[in-house]
């Protein structure tokens, strides 16, 4: 079970964050989902696929070429980490920020369940 789940969080980052594909969106976040650490218009969590979409959206547009690259994943039992890094270049408003133009990198740590 460990190596599907890590193979689904890879196809994850793959699928909707490097191809831009929304609508893998909705196959692999669950309507009970919770994404912790990211909140919608009033603060609360976004939970479902419903509520991930416009902050997917709004990444995306700020960040058009955006790529993860998973660079550690260890799963036990039905959870996965994964470490990764994030590059693209900032091409529209989003979080407060004017577009710059210029590239952006950050990495991060997600737990998934």
């Known amino acids: ?4 789940n890590k193979a689904l969080v890879r196809r994850w980052f793959e699928e909707v964050w490097n191809k831009g594909r929304a609508e893998a969106i909705d196959e692999m976040f669950a309507e009970d989902g919770t994404a ?5 218009a009033g603060g609360q969590p976004l ?5 991930f979409k416009p902050f997917f959206q709004k990444l995306r547009d700020a960040l058009p070429d955006t790529q993860v690259t998973v660079e550690d994943l260890v ?4 959870k996965v980490a994964a470490r990764c890094s994030v590059r693209g270049t900032h091409r529209g408003d989003t979080l407060g920020f004017a577009a710059s133009g210029r590239a952006v990198e950050f ?3 997600c737990i998934v369940r």
């Open 47 to 51: 939970r479902g696929p419903a509520n």
């Open 1 to 4: 079970m460990s190596e599907e």
């Open 36 to 40: 912790h650490g990211l909140a919608d």
């Open 107 to 109: 990495t991060g740590i």
């Open 75 to 78: 799963a036990e039992g039905d």
